[in-house]
């Protein structure tokens, strides 16, 4: 038996259930017993007091790498979901470019395996679309499906033709599987690692045209129209991608669209260029792109924001920029950046925790994102107005390639619940 926990005084804020009040959340089995109004009989065996702080559904991140397995020396689950939890977030969706790839119910059981190690069980592995990424042959989608595996995804790597991207988006649809898709041409790419404009030139950076996104985001689209799948598109990175994202929706296509949330923050100008904190794919774009994000986001062109977490070892983050790999480690500045969003007002507070809660529960049609009674109790409690470092001290993930390192924020998650059991309580609330 799961213990009863009552969560009180504080702001409750639901946007699935349109909640926005002081009040309780009372808990029991892992489900959410009620909001506001306290069961008959309910006796608590845990009581929260979130005076002054926010209490909200759990985060469920779309874009996630944790490192294993395969690459165990850059991170690992038990380290990862830490941060998560730490960072409020109860639900990850796990890339399939792992080592060895999530293209067999084998490795999605590993996943699985893994996931339940850590103590935190809500890991969904998302499939590769093709055997071992490599573009080329189908991977058993059914088989992976009825493994675990959430979406399919080739993650970053390049499928060869749109023959094979079709037959791929059939399959999808007819099995009801959604696809996520990070649209960039591999060809037009051509291996950069910044923005195609001014700061690239200057630093003589190889670079990566907005086009290579909305080229490949157009022709997913017209597949999409013709092959009637399901589609998300995982972290766009300019104003073009969020005008043709919105026509798409205009005119009934199934698709959906998440950004990173460093994306909503820094352009090609904030870029240090001996400084590989700031190598992103996609690049960070122009002021007007992410302006545009910034306001996709606030209209609900774009439904979600994702981490993109990606934490590396020192070593992959050594060299020259362009030799350097790729990401950010970013669960545990999720938060404060969504919260700085809220107070420069580009969104509100509940379209921030509805990008962060609802929605992406709705484009995975999971049954969370909501303190619906009945629904696993995932729960965040933050205080909005803590400040903190980020230092050695206060960081869970073991990689520290954050462009925000030593900066102070404002905002953090003081505990965290998955299915109704504490996963994550600060060390002065304890």
């Known amino acids: 038996m799961m213990g009863q926990i009552h ?10 259930n349109e909640i926005d009040r002081i009040g309780s959340v009372y808990i029991a089995d892992g489900k959410i017993a009620s909001v506001a109004e306290e069961p008959a009989g309910f006796k608590a065996d845990i009581v929260i007091d979130a005076s002054n702080q926010i209490v909200c559904p759990g985060f469920i991140d779309l874009s996630v790498r944790l490192r294993e397995p395969g690459h165990s020396r850059k991170a690992t689950f038990k380290s990862e979901t830490r941060a998560a939890a730490s960072a409020g977030v109860t639900t990850m969706c796990l890339q399939p470019d792992t080592n060895p790839v999530i293209d067999t119910a084998a490795v999605a059981e590993l996943i699985k395996e893994l996931a339940e190690k850590a103590n935190y069980p809500q890991i969904y592995p998302i499939a590769a679309l093709t055997q071992k ?8 989608m059914l088989a992976l ?7 399919v995804s080739n993650a970053n790597q390049p ?13 999808a649809a007819s099995h009801d599987l959604l696809l996520m898709f990070r649209p960039n041409d591999y060809w037009l790419g051509n291996n950069g690692c910044a923005h195609e404009g001014a700061v690239a030139t ?3 950076l190889p670079s990566i045209p907005d086009a290579a996104e909305t080229i490949a985001l157009d022709q997913c689209l017209e597949l999409a129209e013709l092959t009637r799948c399901r589609v998300h598109f ?3 990175s300019c104003k073009r991608s969020v005008i043709k994202i919105h026509q798409a929706n205009k005119y009934g296509l199934n698709v959906s669209a998440d950004v990173s949330i460093h994306q909503l923050h820094l352009t ?3 870029i240090k260029p001996f400084d590989s904190a700031y190598h992103v794919l996609p690049p960070f774009r122009t002021e007007a792109d992410k302006q545009y994000l910034r306001q996709g986001l606030a209209s609900g062109t774009i439904s979600s924001i994702c981490s993109d977490h990606q934490p590396h070892d020192i070593d992959a983050k050594l060299g020259a920029f362009p030799e350097t790999d790729p990401g950010v480690s970013s669960l545990e500045t999720l938060l404060p950046l969504m919260l700085k969003l809220v107070s420069q007002h580009a969104i509100t507070m509940e379209q921030g925790i509805a990008a962060l809660s609802e929605q992406p529960a709705r484009i995975l049609q999971l049954r969370s994102g909501a303190l619906t009674p009945g629904f696993p109790a995932d729960v965040c409690v933050f205080d909005p107005d803590m400040d903190w470092q980020i230092n050695k001290q206060n960081w869970h993930s073991r990689g520290v390639n954050t462009p925000f390192w030593n900066q102070t924020f404002k905002g953090r998650v003081t505990h965290t619940l998955q299915a109704g059991k504490v996963i994550f309580c600060a060390p002065s609330y304890r």
């Open 159 to 171: 499928i060869r033709n749109l023959l094979i991207l079709r037959r791929a988006m059939e399959y």
């Open 133 to 140: 990424l490599e573009g080329n042959e189908l991977s058993s």
């Open 7 to 16: 969560i009180r005084h504080g702001r409750v804020i639901d946007p699935a």
């Open 268 to 270: 090609e100008n904030d």
């Open 234 to 236: 995982g972290q766009i």
């Open 202 to 204: 200057r630093y003589g």
């Open 145 to 151: 499906k009825e493994a675990g595996c959430i979406a």
